[in-house]
């Protein structure tokens, strides 16, 4: 009877918890919403090799490596059953995975991106709960979509892609 009360004295917790499907919590009118995780990125300081790891040792399918000039990175893609994971390359001096590199030689997680339904308007949400965005306007990302990054200080260190889905 000891394992059915402590079940029993547990189960609203876990009902309270399944029961909150918004992912605004708080928040009493969230004009977007976060979708899915697009991706995790991972930035590499010899890009051939970690493709053959995904792709030779792993077994993974892996994209052709494209360049994206405007973002100062080389992109190859990953494909994972549920996500993918973005390999990042510097490209050009003024490379933000230049100086990630720099501070992190063998690499490392770089960030991670989720869709969202409205990038404009998380956008205005998101300036009023002053979470710092690093651009006044979205970019055309690797997908050929808008996407934004939020502040990795205002994100528990974690750097923030959304990208509208």
Known sequence: SGVLTRLQTSAPAIRTLSSSNSLCQNIPS?????????????????LEKAQSL??????AQVSETVP??????????VEL?????????PLG?????????Q???TGGMHHICIEVDDIKVAMTEL???????????????????????LHPKDCHGVLVELEQA
């Open 30 to 46: 969230c004009l977007w919403k976060l979708g899915r995780l697009n991706h995790v990125a991972i930035a590499v300081p010899d």
């Open 68 to 77: 994206l000039p405007e973002h100062g990175v080389y992109t190859v893609f």
């Open 81 to 89: 059953g549920n996500t993918k994971l973005e390999l990042l390359h």
């Open 127 to 149: 300036k009023k709960k002053r979470i710092r965005i690093l651009s006044e306007e979205p970019k055309i990302g690797a997908h050929g979509k808008p996407v934004i990054f």
């Open 93 to 101: 001096e003024k490379s933000p995975i230049a100086s990630f590199l």
């Open 54 to 59: 995904y792709r030779d040792v792993l077994g």
């Open 103 to 105: 501070k992190n030689k």
